[in-house]
C-alpha cells in the first residue's frame, strides 16, 4: 500500500539531512533568525549583536543536521558558526569571493555529498555596464548610484564582472586567526556565456540568480543560474563540482543591453525538484535605466538529466523581484514593485489565476523549515521586522499574510533572504508528545507515495514499519529517530534528533479569602498569589489556571488571573509548563472564603493649609483591634483591589477624593486573608475665617475703643472656640491701643487656623500752613498738614459735608474768604481754617446804584490784611486816597469833588511785605 503525505521540509538522502540544514538565517544589517525544531523562531539579533554581515541583497548560510550554524556569506566574505571571518575568504584585504552583496542571490552554499567536511560556496557577481565599458581591463572610477551617492573601488565593486564561481571551504581545518573552516579553494570560474572574446556576452558573464536542488537519485545536487536566454546547469557529487554544465537554450531572450537591471531577480527551484520559476526584474535595452517591462515566467526541470524545459509566461510588463514555490508545490508567489501576487500552479490556466495577496512589495522572497513563506522588508515603515505567508497552500487571502510577522530585534531586513539547496523543503520527521511518559508520535512528511517505512526510535528498542507510529520512551535524553523510505522505487533515509524532557514539578496550593459580608461566592481571587507555591519558586515554570481537567488536556478556556469563585470552598487545576520542553504537570488549587463583618474605621484629619479637602494619613496608626501581632496589613483604593491584593498604597496616603473617601486594610498570615477592614478617612474643613485686617485706633479721642472679630466666614459657627493674643476667649474683643492682636479660631474638629489684626494709630489733622497763590488769573490754594497728623485724610472748601476731594490742592479760587475742612477717613475728626483770597477790582461805578460804588482790594476786612496799606494815584501821580482796608473803599471824590470817569493807579502793601502795583477803571 502507499500513502502521501505532504508536509515540506528537508528532502534526504545517503547524507541523511533533515530541516536543520536551513535553520539559521543571515541577511540583511546584522539581522539574524534560527528556526527551533518546533516551528518557533528566535531572534539571533538582539543586544549585543555578534552578527557579522551586512548586504543589501545577496547571502547565504548553512547550517548542520541538528541546526547548529556552520558559516555564512555576503557573497565576498565567509564568516565561521562564530562570526569570525574565515581568513582565506576575507574581501577587505583581498582574499575575498566574486559575489556581490548587491547581487540579488550573491552565493548559495551546496555540502559535498559524501565528505561532511567540504563545502562549496557558489557566487555570482553583479553584472555592472560600467564595467563592461572597459573590458577586459578593470574599471576605476566613482560607481554612481543615484540620489548623489557614489561609491569607489573596493568599496561598491572591484572593477570587474566577475560571472559564476565556487569555492570551497573546509570545516575541520583553522584559520590563522583561529576561525573555525577555511577557504582551501577560492574562486574557481565556471562559464555561463558564449566565451567569444569579441562578443557582448563575456563581458558581463553572469546574471545574478541562483539556486540549487537535489538530484533524482539523492547522490547529488544541481546548481542553476540564468543568462540571456539559457540555463547552466552544474551537478555536484561526491567527487565535486562537474565544470561542464547542462545547457537548455529556452524563451525568453533577455537582452545584453540594459543588463544591470535585466540580471535582477529570484530564481527558484521547486521543492520536489519538477518546476523552476524565474523573475526577469526587466527585459529592457536602457543602459543603466529601468523599464517596467519585467516578466516571470515558469519552466520544467529534469531533475535527472537537469533540462529545462516548457516556458510559460505567467506575468508580463511588471517588475518582479522575489519569487517562491509553496512546499507542496501548489503555489507559486512573486513580490514586484507594486505588490505580492499568488499564482495557482494546480490551475489549468496558471496566468489568469493571480491574486493580489499585499501592497507590501519588493524584497526577496524564502520558504522557511516551518513551511511558512518570508519576505524581507526594505523602505517600509519597519525594516526591522520580516512579512510572513502563513499557509502558502491556501488561496488568496486564506493564504494568511501577516505584515510585521517576525521582529529582528537590533537587525535590519534589506532586499535579500538567503537562499537554500529547495529539496531541503520536501521531507522531514515530525514528533509530537516528547515529555517522559507521554506516547510519542512519529510521521514523516513527503512529497511522493511511500512504498514502505522502517523507523529506528534511537533507545535500542525493535523497529517498526507503520508510516505514522507511536512509541513510549521510558528515560529523559536525547534520541537520534530515523526512518528509511522507500517512495516511489527511490530509498529515502530521514533523521530527526529529540529530546524526551522531564515533567516538571508542581505542588497543590491554596488561597484564603476575606469577604467583608456574608457573601462566600463571587469573591475575586487573584490566582497568580499562588504561582511561586505551585511552582516550587521556580521562575521559568510557567502557571495557568483552568476549572476542569479537560480543559487543561484540550488547553481550552484558562481562567484569567483575576477569578471570583462559584463555590466555596472551590478546587481549580494549576498547569505547571516548562516553556522550554513543552511538557507540564497538573496539580490542584483550592481557594477558601473567610466571612466576618468588621466594623468601618473612621478616622479624621484637618485639612492642610492648600484647603483642597486632601491631606496625608498615617495609615499605619489606624488601630485594628483582634489580628495577630505577627499579621501584615496591606491598604488599597477599592475593595477589588484589596481582594486581588494589586495595586497596593502607600501607608502614608494623601486621599484623592477630597474630604471623604474609603480605603481598605487587608490583614493576612502565612498568605491567608485574616480580614479586610474598611477605613473612612474625613478631611475636615479649617475654620472659614478672614486671615488678615488692619483697624485704626485715633489717639486724639484716647477713651474710644474699637470692636475687633475673630473673622468667621461660615454660617454655622457653633461650638468653635477663640485664643486671643489679649488672653481673651471670646468672639470679639474691645481695644484702644495700637499694635497687633491674634486670634486662634478652633472648629469642634479641633481644626485651626489664626488671624492677624493689625491696629494702628490714626488723629484728626493738624493745618501747618495754607499757601495761596492769588492776584493772579487763577487762584489757588494748597494746604499743608503737620508732620503729626497720622492718618488718611480728605479735603474740602466751604462744604463741610462734602464732597471732599482726596488732593490738598485747590485751583480757580474765587476771591473771598473761604473756610478750609479738612477730613479723617479713620472717622478722628474734621479740621477747619479760614482764609482769604485777594482780589483787585478792574472798575468802580460810583453812581450811588448800590453796585460798585466803591473801589476796594476783595478778600480784605478786620480779620485779613487789616493793616494792609492801598494808595490810589492819578496819572500824573497825585495821592488821592488813603484806603483804609477795613473801610467800604474809595468813592471816587476827591476833596469833595467827584473825580471824572478814567484810569487810576494803585500801589497795595500788604502787612507780610508783598506789594502789588496797577491801574483800574473809574465810569459814570
Same mark, same amino acid.
Given at each position: ?17 533533515? #530541516? ?31 552578527? @557579522? ?23 565576498? +566574505? ?39 567536511? $567540504? ?124 565544470? %561542464?554544465?547542462?545547457?537548455?537554450? +529556452? ?102 489565476? =493571480? ?52 521582529? $529582528? ?16 523543503? =520536501? ?133 484569567? +488571573? ?57 495609615? =499605619? ?34 486621599? %484623592? ?54 473673622? $468667621? ?15 481673651? +476667649?471670646? @468672639?470679639?474683643? #474691645? ?190
Amino acid at each position: 500500500m502507499k500513502f502521501k503525505w505532504l508536509l515540506f521540509f528537508i528532502f534526504l538522502s545517503i547524507k541523511s539531512f533533515s #530541516q536543520g540544514e536551513a535553520s539559521n538565517w543571515f541577511f540583511g544589517s546584522k539581522a539574524g533568525i534560527k528556526f527551533n525544531a518546533d516551528n518557533t523562531i528566535t531572534v539571533l539579533s538582539t543586544s549585543p549583536n555578534p552578527i @557579522a554581515i551586512n548586504t543589501n541583497e545577496g547571502c547565504s548560510s548553512f547550517s548542520d543536521s541538528s541546526g547548529n550554524l556552520l558559516l555564512y556569506t555576503d557573497g565576498r +566574505t565567509i564568516w565561521d558558526r562564530n562570526h569570525v571571518i574565515m581568513p582565506n575568504g576575507n574581501y577587505t584585504t583581498g582574499t575575498g569571493l566574486f559575489g556581490d552583496p548587491s547581487s540579488t542571490q550573491s552565493g548559495i552554499i551546496i555540502p559535498n555529498p559524501v565528505n561532511p567536511n $567540504l563545502y562549496y560556496v557558489f557566487t555570482v557577481d553583479e553584472p555592472h555596464q560600467v564595467n563592461a565599458t572597459v573590458y577586459p581591463n578593470q574599471y576605476t572610477g566613482n560607481y554612481n548610484e543615484g540620489n548623489g551617492v557614489t561609491q569607489t573601488i573596493p568599496d561598491a565593486d572591484d572593477g570587474f564582472n566577475n560571472g559564476l564561481n565556487y569555492s570551497v571551504v573546509d570545516i575541520s581545518v583553522m584559520g590563522i586567526n583561529g576561525s573555525i573552516g577555511d577557504v582551501i579553494n577560492r574562486n574557481t570560474h565556471l562559464v555561463t556565456y558564449d566565451p567569444n572574446p569579441f562578443g557582448e556576452e563575456i563581458k558581463y558573464k553572469s546574471s545574478e540568480k541562483i539556486t540549487a536542488v537535489k538530484t533524482q537519485d539523492g547522490l547529488g545536487y544541481w546548481v542553476i543560474t540564468h543568462f540571456t536566454n539559457k540555463f547552466y546547469v552544474f551537478k555536484i557529487d561526491g567527487n565535486g563540482v562537474n565544470q %561542464t554544465p547542462v545547457i537548455s537554450q +529556452t524563451n525568453p531572450l533577455v537582452p545584453i543591453s540594459g543588463y544591470r537591471r535585466n540580471s535582477i531577480g529570484q530564481l527558484k527551484a521547486s521543492p520536489d525538484g519538477k518546476k523552476i520559476a524565474i523573475a526577469h526584474n526587466q527585459i529592457g535595452t536602457e543602459l543603466g535605466g529601468s523599464s517596467n517591462n519585467g516578466a516571470v515566467y515558469l519552466y520544467d526541470f529534469n531533475n535527472q538529466t537537469g533540462v529545462v524545459s516548457n516556458p510559460i509566461s505567467i506575468m508580463q510588463n511588471e517588475n518582479p523581484y522575489g519569487i517562491e514555490f509553496s512546499a507542496e508545490v501548489k503555489k507559486l508567489y512573486v513580490s514586484t514593485s507594486a505588490a505580492i501576487i499568488q499564482f495557482d500552479l494546480e490551475s489549468s490556466n496558471i496566468p489568469l489565476s =493571480s491574486i493580489g495577496i499585499s501592497s507590501r512589495a519588493n524584497g526577496s522572497l524564502q520558504l522557511g523549515p516551518d513551511k511558512k513563506i518570508y519576505k524581507a522588508n526594505i523602505n517600509t515603515s519597519n525594516d526591522s521586522t520580516l512579512d510572513v505567508i502563513n499557509d502558502p497552500e491556501l488561496e488568496g487571502s486564506l493564504c494568511n499574510y501577516q505584515p510585521e510577522g517576525v521582529s $529582528l530585534g537590533s537587525g535590519v531586513s534589506k532586499f535579500g533572504l538567503p537562499p537554500f539547496i529547495t529539496s531541503f523543503f =520536501s521531507s522531514n520527521i515530525t514528533a509530537r508528545n516528547l515529555c517522559l511518559g507521554d506516547i510519542t508520535n512519529f510521521e514523516v512528511n513527503v512529497n511522493g507515495n511511500i512504498d514502505t517505512a522502517t523507523w529506528d526510535f534511537g533507545d535500542g528498542s525493535p523497529a517498526a514499519s507503520s508510516v505514522s507510529p507511536n512509541h513510549t520512551y521510558t528515560a529523559i535524553g536525547n534520541y537520534n529517530v530515523t526512518v528509511t523510505l522507500v517512495v516511489e522505487g527511490t530509498p529515502i533515509t530521514n533523521s530527526k534528533n529529540i529530546t524526551i524532557s522531564a515533567l516538571p514539578d508542581a505542588f497543590p496550593s491554596s488561597l484564603t479569602q476575606c469577604s467583608l459580608t456574608s457573601a462566600m461566592t463571587d469573591i475575586p481571587f487573584n490566582l497568580s498569589q499562588a504561582t511561586d507555591v505551585i511552582n516550587g519558586g521556580n521562575s521559568n515554570l510557567l502557571v495557568s489556571y483552568f476549572k476542569l481537567q479537560s480543559d487543561v488536556n484540550n488547553n481550552i478556556s484558562e481562567l484569567p +488571573t483575576n477569578y471570583s469563585n462559584v463555590t466555596n470552598p472551590e478546587q481549580i487545576f494549576a498547569k505547571v509548563l516548562n516553556p522550554l520542553t513543552g511538557c507540564y504537570t497538573l496539580t490542584t488549587l483550592e481557594l477558601i472564603v473567610n466571612s466576618s463583618t468588621n466594623p468601618e474605621i473612621s478616622i479624621r484629619k484637618c485639612d492642610d493649609s492648600t484647603e483642597d479637602g486632601l491631606t496625608q494619613f498615617q495609615l =499605619s496608626e489606624v488601630l485594628i483591634t483582634g489580628i495577630s501581632a505577627t499579621a501584615t496589613t496591606t491598604y488599597f483604593t477599592s475593595l477589588n483591589d484589596a481582594f486581588l491584593e494589586q495595586n497596593p498604597i502607600n501607608v502614608s496616603f494623601t486621599n %484623592t477624593i477630597a474630604n471623604t473617601q474609603t480605603v481598605f486594610a487587608r490583614v493576612e498570615e502565612n498568605n491567608e486573608c485574616q480580614g479586610i477592614y474598611s477605613i473612612k478617612l474625613t478631611v475636615d474643613k479649617l475654620p472659614q475665617i478672614e486671615l488678615q485686617d488692619t483697624k485704626y485706633i485715633c489717639t486724639n479721642r484716647p477713651t474710644q475703643f474699637i470692636t475687633l472679630t475673630a473673622g $468667621l466666614l461660615q454660617v454655622n459657627a457653633a461650638n468653635f472656640t477663640y485664643d486671643w493674643s489679649t488672653g481673651q +476667649t471670646t @468672639a470679639t474683643i #474691645q481695644v484702644n491701643l495700637p499694635g497687633n492682636y491674634t486670634v486662634k479660631v478652633t472648629s469642634p474638629f479641633g481644626c485651626e487656623k489664626t488671624r492677624t489684626i493689625s491696629v494702628l494709630p490714626s488723629n484728626d489733622a493738624t493745618i501747618q500752613n495754607v499757601v495761596i497763590h492769588d492776584l493772579v488769573a487763577n487762584n489757588t490754594v494748597t494746604v499743608v498738614l503737620d508732620s503729626s497728623s497720622i492718618g488718611d485724610y480728605l479735603y474740602s472748601l466751604d462744604s463741610p459735608n462734602g464732597p471732599f476731594q482726596e488732593s490738598n490742592h485747590f485751583e480757580n479760587v474765587e476771591a473771598g474768604f473761604h473756610t478750609i475742612y479738612v477730613y479723617s477717613t479713620k472717622g478722628c475728626g474734621t479740621t477747619q481754617e479760614e482764609i482769604s483770597v485777594l482780589e483787585i477790582p478792574k472798575f468802580f461805578t460810583p453812581n450811588q446804584d448800590g453796585v460798585n460804588d466803591t473801589w476796594n482790594i476783595i478778600g480784605m476786612n478786620a480779620s485779613f490784611y487789616a493793616n494792609s496799606k492801598i494808595y490810589i494815584f492819578d496819572r500824573f501821580g497825585k495821592l488821592l486816597a488813603d484806603v483804609d482796608p477795613k473801610s467800604p473803599g474809595w468813592n471816587g471824590v476827591y476833596n469833595g469833588y467827584n473825580l471824572p470817569s478814567t484810569d487810576y493807579w494803585y500801589l497795595v502793601t500788604l502787612e507780610n511785605g508783598r506789594t502789588d502795583r496797577g491801574h483800574f477803571s473809574l465810569v459814570r
